[in-house]
């Protein structure tokens, strides 16, 4: 589904991806971790095409398509979700109205039949019951004074909605509570059959004993280093990033 | 980029000129100002005698002025003989159909969502009979005239009120104010005159569509709104239809009375032709609207949005004179290509516990200039009066302007004024979440900029907000990428 070849990109001339190797298939889970600064959330965007990011060499090939060459919105019609490391806030635009106007976009795009505002509202009422998210925080400007866990929430209530062929997670799993935490995976594993893909950009372990991953790979200066299966991630809770880093400088 | 709101109005235009040219004209007297032309004008519209001695007040007074300069505005020097100050309305050519119109003007009716037989109406293409307009507004009128609501062009008003015409004309905006304004006074065309009596809350907006004869307002437009003690009336000015005009300037004054514990509010949306990509051509607007809340506990609320004109120059403002009056004015003001907006409002405190808001949303795309002038005076009489004004600005690519100039006058020291001003950028980051959940780059910046436009669109009576919001997407096109 996705093929990731020699990917490097940098931004305000400093190059961030090094030459990214990766290769996810329809229905896995891959999570990425990797120290801070790795170039985990610069992979994301890029995937998803944002301009600050430039590509500088190496492929991505999405479904058979030059992914590169595709805008933004391209990208989300084709199937790619990006759960944002931070959530934008969008003052006055309402949540629920940015939420059917992006469904309808993609619907329209996909040449399906757009959904009119009680067939939409019928289809929010169950991805909210299911996500167990407060109704006010429908009713509230989008993203605007939600806490951190609350912003979090509301990237998996889009996703649930706009059912991606392609999820991408970036730290959704920090600043949430463990209730929180659950829910969370519930809604990516329900997403979970067989032809969808994710990959989940964390820093703790935890998140993965819910969101079971097919593979685990460590970013490091811009590159794949590592890579394995779920057992990698207790191996890095357990001894850190050192010995990666060692091995890698070596 | 081109942007496809330039080409429709530049269609758009094209198709008027044609329109027009072939209509020759066949009542207007010539070019230039006199008091000869000036007696004339107001001879040909059967004036009483009272009238002609105010106009020509007016025009000796303004033959004293010289036109000002201090709006941060650039444009060229007006030629005040080469306007025509009179002609007969003119007939729209009338067409069979709506397949006669320029189907690119035809897109943007659909993209506001401009109902058929209204677009037909905009396009002079005749109307059934069963929707003709003039039998709507006659039911109308109908219903207001049981309650005794006066709504009427202004000419009318001269022939059948002429009592209350001559009380209020010229008290809120005196032919001295300014010099627009004693061009006005001096050679006012026609308009609008509304009464409301005592007691009475006016059951529908007022819309100078429903009036009778409203065809051709012409280049000085004068308005006079009176509401009677404890009356209401919510009055709307303006269409999101693109309006076009072969005169170039337009200076109307618009005057408002509130007497005891009534209420106006008045909302405009203006999409004057604004001028083409290279900023040829368009309206310079340059309008006086003002209104006095004269008696106790009165409220005026000025709401206007305002997409078109090359030049705009206007304030709003009120005169808060009654103890515990009330003064509002919430605008949008957008700026796209060449087009520049100088505007704002006053608020004059002279009443005790008299308060007043502003809010005013200046967006700037393009190579467009925006401009906040603000006044808030508060007198030495005004006592406890409050003033909140809020004041944001945001700007869309880097080649635009937006420029804030509050001033603040307080002479009474139990008062209370609060000022909050923000720029901001059109975020990156915001455009670029929208996008990734599906929204085209123009979707996404109309609802970027209609979110920031929320607190004065919620201000518009409700079918007008949704219009507006429509339009700002339209005058937004070709801003970006
Ligand atoms: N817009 C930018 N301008 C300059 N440098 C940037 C920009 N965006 C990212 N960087 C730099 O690129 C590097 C990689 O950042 P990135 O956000 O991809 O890291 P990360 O792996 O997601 O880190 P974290 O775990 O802290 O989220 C960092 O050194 C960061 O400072
Ligand atoms: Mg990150």
Request: glycine share 8%.
């Amino acid at each position: 589904m996705l093929k990731v070849s020699h990917l490097q990109a940098r931004v305000d001339g400093k190059m961030i991806l090094n030459g990214l190797d990766l290769e996810v298939k329809a229905g896995e889970v891959h999570a990425i971790m990797g120290p801070n600064g790795s170039g985990k959330s610069t992979f994301a965007n890029v995937l998803a095409g944002h301009e600050a990011f430039e590509v500088t060499g190496g492929t991505v090939e999405f479904d058979g398509k030059n992914l590169l060459e595709m805008e933004p919105e391209e990208r989300a019609w084709a199937g790619i979700f990006l759960a944002f490391q931070y959530p934008v806030e969008i003052p006055g635009v309402g949540n629920t109205y940015f939420l059917r106007m992006a469904l309808n976009s993609i619907r329209k795009a996909r040449g399906q039949e757009e959904l009119d505002s009680v067939a939409f509202m019928k289809v929010l009422r169950e991805k909210v019951k299911l996500l167990k998210l407060r109704d006010d925080l429908l009713k509230r400007p989008l993203n605007e004074g939600f806490s951190g866990g609350e912003k979090k929430r509301n990237e998996i209530l889009q996703m649930a909605l706009l059912e991606p062929k392609l999820a991408i997670l970036d730290e959704t799993d920090s600043g949430l509570d463990i209730d929180a935490l659950k829910i969370v995976a519930d809604g990516v594993n329900t997403l979970r059959d067989g032809t969808r893909s994710v990959i989940v950009v964390t820093h703790y372990q935890r998140l993965l004993d819910y969101i079971v991953p097919d593979y685990t790979h460590v970013l490091y200066k811009g590159k794949i280093v590592k890579s394995g299966g779920k057992e990698l991630a207790l191996e890095l809770e357990e001894k850190g990033y050192g010995w990666i880093q060692e091995s890698h400088a070596a | 980029m081109t942007s496809s709101t330039e080409t429709i109005h530049e269609l758009a235009n094209q198709k008027y000129k044609y329109g027009f040219v072939t209509d020759i004209e066949t009542d207007s007297v010539p070019a230039g100002l006199s008091e000869d032309i000036i007696r004339l004008i107001s001879a040909k519209k059967q004036e009483p005698e009272w009238l002609l001695e105010w106009r020509l007040k007016a025009y000796r007074h303004w033959r004293t002025m010289v036109e000002p300069r201090w709006p941060k505005v650039d444009y060229p020097s007006i030629d005040f003989d080469q306007i025509v100050y009179y002609s007969a309305p003119k007939q729209r050519p009338k067409l069979d159909s709506l397949d006669e119109v320029d189907p690119e003007l035809l897109k943007t009716f659909e993209k506001l969502g401009i109902p058929l037989e209204e677009q037909k109406r905009l396009t002079g293409v005749a109307v059934d009979v069963v929707f003709d307009s003039v039998s709507v507004a006659t039911s109308f009128k109908d219903k207001l005239g049981e309650l005794g609501v006066i709504f009427c062009s202004m000419s009318e008003a001269v022939r059948e009120h002429p009592e209350l015409v001559r009380k209020y004309l010229g008290t809120v905006v005196p032919y001295t104010d300014n010099f627009y304004a004693a061009l006005n006074s001096a050679v006012f065309s026609d308009g609008s005159f509304c009464y409301i009596p005592k007691g009475v809350r006016c059951p529908m907006e007022l819309s100078t569509y429903f009036r009778i004869n409203a065809a051709g307002t012409g280049q000085f437009e004068r308005t006079l709104l009176v509401a009677e003690d404890s009356s209401y009336v919510s009055y709307l000015e303006g269409c999101t239809a693109p309006q076009r005009d072969e005169n170039q300037l337009h200076a109307a004054v618009v005057e408002l009375i509130a007497l005891d514990n009534a209420q106006i509010k008045y909302s405009t949306v203006q999409n004057w032709y604004p001028g083409n990509e290279e900023g040829k051509g368009g309206i310079y607007n340059f309008v006086t609207k003002r209104g006095i809340c004269a008696g106790v506990n009165s409220k005026i609320s000025w709401t206007q949005v305002e997409t078109g004109s090359a030049i705009t120059w206007k304030y709003p403002s009120c005169v808060l004179k009654g103890d515990g009056s009330v003064g509002e004015f919430y605008s949008v003001a957008l700026t796209n290509h060449f087009q520049q907006a100088d505007t704002g409002t006053k608020m004059i405190h002279l009443g005790k516990n008299t308060s007043s808001t502003i809010v005013s949303k200046g967006i700037s795309a393009g190579k467009g200039q925006n401009t906040y002038r603000g006044l808030v005076r508060i007198a030495k009489s005004a006592t406890h009066a409050r003033n909140y004004t809020q004041c944001d600005s945001m700007l869309i690519g880097d080649r635009c302007g937006a420029h804030t100039f509050p001033y603040i006058e307080v002479n009474n020291n139990s008062s209370q004024v609060e000022h909050e001003a923000t720029t901001s950028k059109i975020g990156e980051d915001q455009l670029f979440y929208c996008r990734q959940r599906g929204l085209s780059e123009e979707d996404a910046v109309s609802l970027i900029v209609n979110g920031f436009c929320k607190e004065v669109f919620r201000e518009l009576p409700m079918e007008f907000a949704v219009e507006a919001q429509k339009l700002l997407g339209i005058s937004l096109e070709g801003s970006v990428g």
